[in-house]
């Protein structure tokens, strides 16, 4: 089993950066990719960002401005977010993909983001 533990999240003016850490446990050979995914007020859950064997991918409205890292180690991954906008704010989540399915269907329980104009 796999488990997500999300922290970083916060209140920041616009224009400000904030990093997001995923904290993994588990089986780490079960896991394909890891994925960010953003949820705003009254939306969706969009997929922002991904990483999978060493390359990343991002959504078109964060592109140049997020940054998928991690240690060495793999256990815990990152979201660099800068340049932040408005309608940046809302609930982020790192999950796994999984190896078997190809479905990201471990999450972690969130962290909210709040950007200010």
């Known amino acids: 089993q796999v488990q997500l533990v999300e922290s970083g999240g916060g209140l920041v003016q616009a224009g400000g950066s904030l990093r997001l850490s995923c904290s993994v446990s588990?089986?780490?050979?079960?896991?394909?990719?890891v994925g960010w995914h953003r949820q705003a007020p009254g939306k969706q859950r969009d997929l922002v960002a991904s990483?999978?064997?060493?390359?990343?991918t991002y959504t078109e409205a964060v592109k140049g401005r997020f940054t998928i890292s991690r240690t060495s180690d793999k256990f815990t991954w990152f979201l660099q977010m800068n340049s932040l906008k408005p309608e940046d704010t809302g609930v982020y989540y790192c999950?796994?993909?999984?190896?078997?399915?190809?479905?990201?269907?471990?999450w972690g329980q969130g962290t909210q983001v709040t950007v200010s104009s």
């Open positions: 999950s796994a993909q999984s190896r078997l399915s190809g479905l990201f269907d471990v």
């Open positions: 588990g089986n780490l050979q079960r896991i394909r990719a």
């Open positions: 990483t999978y064997g060493g390359t990343s």
